[in-house]
């Protein structure tokens, strides 16, 4: 079973459409996160939800606007799309709480990603 | 704030040879500290974590880790490099858990025969 999935997996679109990325995550963690991965391999934090709340929000553009249905989904919309726009987004998912009995309470585990290409 | 600097952003080893990835950081809090490791068109993959526990931590396929405080410093190292190591290894911090993950710029580690 796939821990962390994300679809779709590559997303060719034109310059000003906007489009949804969905994550969902079969792990019972609490909390969810967004991260952008540039043309150069850099990692940044776009957001982070916990419990359906949204906890980071790290000065990302008003275009961007996740949503949490329920703590197991994390999509995120974007509208008018730009060429900058163009990176590999990864979905990931953590527990807040300590879990002794797991050990991994304090892993984020990642998705596959999504390739988003603006042209 | 939280940053994470990680010296050469391509090593080039040979089969056999040792690894070694260096990794720097700053933190205004005792720091959480991870190694993962992406393979090409792959998400990322955790090797291993430090959390105030152990200062040499072992992680997946022989790889592991020192967390040298007075260095600021958490080094990934392998005593011999196979050609499945040959990935983007990614060193990040974290305040706490459930926290998010600050990057360094990435190591992409080629293995030559």
Not at chain 2, 25 to 50: A, D, E, M, R, T
Request: net charge positive; with cysteine; proline share 5%.
């Amino acid at each position: 079973d796939t821990a962390v999935s994300q679809t779709p997996k590559y997303l060719v679109t034109q310059m000003g459409n906007d489009k949804s990325i969905k994550c969902e995550q079969n792990l019972g963690h609490d909390t969810m996160y967004w991260y952008k991965q540039d043309s150069k391999k850099f990692l940044k934090i776009m957001f982070s939800y916990n419990n359906k709340e949204l906890i980071i929000n790290e000065t990302v553009p008003n275009r961007f606007s996740p949503k949490s249905p329920d703590k197991a989904h994390l999509n995120l919309h974007i509208n008018s799309l730009e060429l900058g726009d163009s990176a590999v987004y990864f979905c990931a998912s953590s527990q807040e709480s300590p879990s002794w009995t797991s050990g991994t309470w304090d892993e984020q585990f990642f998705g596959p990603g999504t390739r988003l290409t603006v042209l | 704030a939280q940053s994470v600097t990680q010296l050469g952003s391509h090593v080039s080893v040979s089969e056999g040879a040792l690894v070694l990835l260096r990794c720097n950081y700053s933190s205004s809090v005792p720091p959480y500290l991870f190694w993962y490791v992406q393979y090409p068109n792959q998400g990322l993959q955790l090797l291993l974590k430090y959390t105030s526990a152990a200062t040499l931590v072992k992680g997946i396929n022989g790889f592991e880790a020192e967390f040298k405080k007075s260095e600021t410093s958490f080094h990934l190292t392998k005593p011999s490099a196979h050609m499945s190591d040959a990935a983007e290894y990614f060193c990040a911090v974290s305040k706490a858990a459930g926290n998010k993950l600050t990057f360094g710029g990435g190591t992409r580690v080629l293995v030559k025969p």
